[in-house]
């Protein structure tokens, strides 16, 4: 623990607890209960027993995993908070290539990490309206040593299973949360086509036939990466693209 509490950013404050609903929910008594305009938060829980994830689905939380929040405080002028998720992904993806830089990682549009076509890791961000501040919570979970069985068309895989290392939350947290505080901080300062550039070398399905769910219905077109504000872009069979801030790829 001492070890990693050295590795945190100045401004940050940790908070460790064994367990709890979700680090997400603690993230917004959190910004409800902080005064500080300058201070941000790392939640991390050794177990969740109501992780959510994407569209508020379950979020399996197996022990061994990592589920941690990141929290703060965002100046009222910022614009395009959703681009954060990417910002997030992209932190992340460049911390899982620290762990184990043997493996290939690549990004799903607009929150899922995988490997070799499977979900290692998933994240969520949302943003709150606190006693007349705006506040953002972004909850990442990894699946550092065992992967949950997922419905659908994608299945999950764990670091312990590909990488063949059994990796503990804070270690892993430890390459995280610096990562982390370097990209959100382009991101701040009005550097978001950096991130997006390094997104979409690392996209999966980059130039490949996707279907996607539309808030119209589904549809079908060749990937062509994000656009400079965090956007699926989508070829269609006329030549046109077409960016989505809404959808989700099947």
């Not at 998720?85 to 762990?99: D, W, Y």
């Not at 079908?220 to 693209?241: A, M, N, T, V, W």
Request: include cysteine.
């Amino acid at each position: 623990m001492r070890n990693f509490l050295h590795t945190l950013p100045d401004g940050y404050d940790f908070i460790h607890l064994i367990t709890c609903e979700s680090t997400m929910d603690e993230g917004l008594l959190w910004l409800k209960t902080h005064k500080k305009n300058d201070h941000r938060v790392v939640i991390l829980a050794d177990t969740q027993t109501q992780g959510r994830g994407y569209h508020r689905r379950s979020w399996q939380s197996l022990e061994g995993n990592l589920f941690v929040s990141f929290v703060s405080l965002i100046p009222p002028v910022m614009h395009g908070l959703g681009q954060l998720s990417i910002v997030g992904g992209v932190a992340l993806g460049a911390a899982l290539r620290t762990v184990c830089p043997q493996l290939v990682i690549q990004y799903k549009w607009p929150n899922d990490i995988m490997i070799a076509g499977k979900k290692v890791a998933g994240i969520l961000t949302e943003t709150h309206e606190v006693n007349g501040k705006r506040g953002v919570v972004m909850g990442m979970g990894v699946n550092l040593a065992a992967a949950p069985l997922l419905e659908g068309r994608y299945k999950a895989t764990s670091l312990k299973e590909t990488c063949g290392k059994v990796l503990r939350p804070l270690d892993v947290l430890a390459v995280l949360t610096p990562l982390f505080d370097r990209y959100k901080n382009l991101w701040l300062k009005g550097e978001f086509l950096q991130i997006v550039k390094e997104w979409n070398q690392n996209a999966l399905y980059q130039e490949e036939t996707i279907r996607i769910m539309t808030i119209k219905g589904p549809l079908e077109g060749i990937f062509k990466g994000i656009d400079d504000q965090g956007f699926l872009r989508i070829q269609h069979p006329s030549g046109g693209i077409q960016s989505f801030s809404t959808a989700e790829v099947l």
